[in-house]
């Protein structure tokens, strides 16, 4: 999945109006909560057939950072 | 059915203030739709017969912030979510949501059929928890001070006879509304529920009917020191908990009994 599709993707898994970028920092992100994780976690499952742990998730830093987690 | 105003005590709501209210086509979601209306908010006003959402229309004290939006809300189920953001690309973000669409049909234990249960917790359950979903969706409601309302039932939690699945989709609904609210709470998306006794819409004569009861309000008179309910008993504690002034209330369940609960066993 390239990386336009995926920010749509986390865009809409985060349900925010406006776009996201690559560098945005998860923490800095209003929408950023534990119930957007939970949906995160769902979408790394649909999308990319990967199973994460929460835990893992909450190291990420930045949006690419879950993106290479996503694709890893 | 036309609830205005009665008297200042009722909350002000503003036109930008859009709230969906499902089931207005009849009964307890129309005394509420109309006197939301007529307190200043836009409604949008769901049920399944035009017809019936028309003559609502038509008596309400401000028809152009009463818009009409028949549907089956058993169609297509999964896209309730969705169809409460085309709603919101249409009216503008929701403050309110009362899901007061519902069915209820006598079904003693003995009578129940998968079917024919499944299909009353479609409507009172899950079509009011995909509807919920879509309005949780921060792209779809007013932030802080947005509010949703279900229509529980007092068979909740005192269940009457013939009402096996009806009384379990109810108290689905009541348990899910808060944890809804707790999930939401941060969000500032406030969650609760109105459960009325017995209240005199076709709701009640059909299922009065269905068990025989040629007589109904006779019949359950007696279970209600203040008597049977009406819809415009209801619409005003609605409208209450969906505005500002009940903004430290969520997760609550509101039992509209006539009595029945306080002093009926006794009277
Ligand atoms: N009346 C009571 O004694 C009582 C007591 C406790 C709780 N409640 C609850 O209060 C709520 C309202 O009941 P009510 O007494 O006002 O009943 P009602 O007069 O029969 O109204 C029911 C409403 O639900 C709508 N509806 C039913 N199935 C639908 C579907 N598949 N898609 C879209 N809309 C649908 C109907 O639309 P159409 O008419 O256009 O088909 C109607 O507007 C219900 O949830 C009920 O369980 C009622």
């Known amino acids: ?72 | 059915m036309n609830c205005s105003a009665p008297n200042k005590v009722l909350p002000d709501f503003a036109e930008s203030d859009v709230i969906l209210v499902t089931g207005a086509s009849s009964g307890i979601g129309a005394g509420i739709a109309s006197l939301l209306n007529s307190l200043g908010a836009t409604v949008i006003a769901s049920g399944r017969s035009q017809e019936k959402l028309n003559a609502l229309r038509n008596d309400c004290a401000e028809p152009e912030r009463f818009h009409l939006e028949p549907k089956d809300l058993l169609d297509e189920m999964d896209a309730l979510p969705k169809w409460v953001s085309g709603l919101v690309a249409k009216y503008g973000k929701l403050k309110g949501m009362v899901c007061s669409a519902g069915i209820a049909s006598p079904m003693p234990l003995q009578l129940m059929e998968l079917e024919k249960a499944r299909r009353i917790f479609d409507i009172n359950y899950f079509v009011p928890m995909l509807l919920a979903k879509g309005f949780c969706d921060r792209r779809n409601n007013a932030g802080r001070g947005a509010a949703i309302l279900f229509l529980g039932s007092m068979a909740a939690t005192n269940p009457l006879r013939a009402q096996v699945a009806y009384t379990g989709s109810k108290a689905a609904v009541v348990a899910s509304a808060k944890g809804i609210s707790l999930e939401y709470s941060s969000a500032g998306i406030r969650v609760n529920c109105i459960s009325p006794a017995e209240v005199a819409t076709p709701l009640f004569y059909g299922f009065s009917e269905e068990l025989g009861d040629e007589a109904p309000e006779e019949s359950v008179s007696g279970r209600y020191p203040l008597g049977i309910g009406s819809p415009g008993d209801i619409a005003p504690l609605a409208a209450f908990l969906l505005s500002d002034q009940a903004g430290w209330i969520t997760g609550q369940n509101y039992i509209l009994d006539g009595g029945y609960n306080g002093c009926g066993a006794n009277w």
């Not at chain 1, 986390?10 to 119930?35: H, K, V």
């Open chain 1, 1 to 72: 999945m390239d990386e336009n599709k995926f920010l749509a993707l986390f865009q809409d898994t985060l349900q925010r109006e406006t776009p996201l970028n690559m560098d945005d920092i998860l923490a800095s992100l209003e929408e950023w909560d534990s119930l957007a994780a939970m949906a995160s976690i769902a979408l790394a499952e649909r999308e990319f057939s990967k199973r994460l742990k929460l835990k893992e998730l909450k190291q990420q830093k930045t949006v690419r950072d879950v993106y290479e987690l996503f694709r890893a």
